[in-house]
């Protein structure tokens, strides 16, 4: 099946299936300056751009919500940081390339929007680890430290230590 396909469904309704899948993923640079992410054991392949902005589309739609299953949770921790991992990959991917195909990834990534994808992607995961102020002092058994820089007050940021360690 075409690994599009499953990732569109999986990053909407299963996070946890969809770190599983994203586990085997590798990074390429296509000779036109593309971005691309394959699967082992799947048909054809991703922009890494599309599947960041996927991400941060699953994460848009839990804003407000804030109430994660812990699983969730941490699935959504683990695929930000493999997102990452793979940009920074191929950046170093990137490097190796030839003085052409730099040149054609500078004009796609930066000709046509001056903030790419990964531009908003930095600050991914925080809805992850983002607690309405009740939630956190029931599940954590202290008053918050630090508030939330998204969604409405009173929301706050569990550091990744805390949420891995109620497992």
């Excluded at 296509?30 to 048909?43: E, S």
């Excluded at 996927?54 to 299953?69: C, D, I, M, Q, T």
């Excluded at 994808?117 to 939630?135: C, I, N």
Aim: glycine share 6%; with cysteine; charged share 30%.
């Amino acid at each position: 099946m075409n690994i599009s396909k499953i990732l569109d469904r999986e990053l909407s309704v299963d996070l946890n299936k969809a770190k599983e899948i994203l586990e085997k993923a590798e990074e390429k640079i296509t000779f036109w300056g593309g971005r691309k992410v394959v699967i082992q054991g799947y048909l054809g392949s991703v922009d890494l751009d599309w599947l960041a902005g996927e991400v941060l589309s699953a994460e848009y739609k839990g804003k407000g919500s804030y109430n994660f299953p812990l699983q969730t949770r941490i699935a959504g921790i683990d695929i930000v940081k493999k997102i990452h991992a793979l940009y920074d990959r191929s950046d170093k991917v990137l490097e190796k390339k030839n003085i052409i195909t730099k040149f054609l990834f500078c004009i796609r990534h930066f000709s046509v929007h001056p903030y790419t994808t990964r531009f908003y992607f930095d600050d991914a995961g925080e809805t992850f680890l983002t607690y309405e102020a009740e939630d956190y002092e029931k599940t954590f058994g202290h008053p918050f430290p630090r508030w939330s820089r998204y969604g409405p007050a009173p929301t706050c940021l569990a550091t990744e230590e805390e949420v891995r360690a109620l497992v």
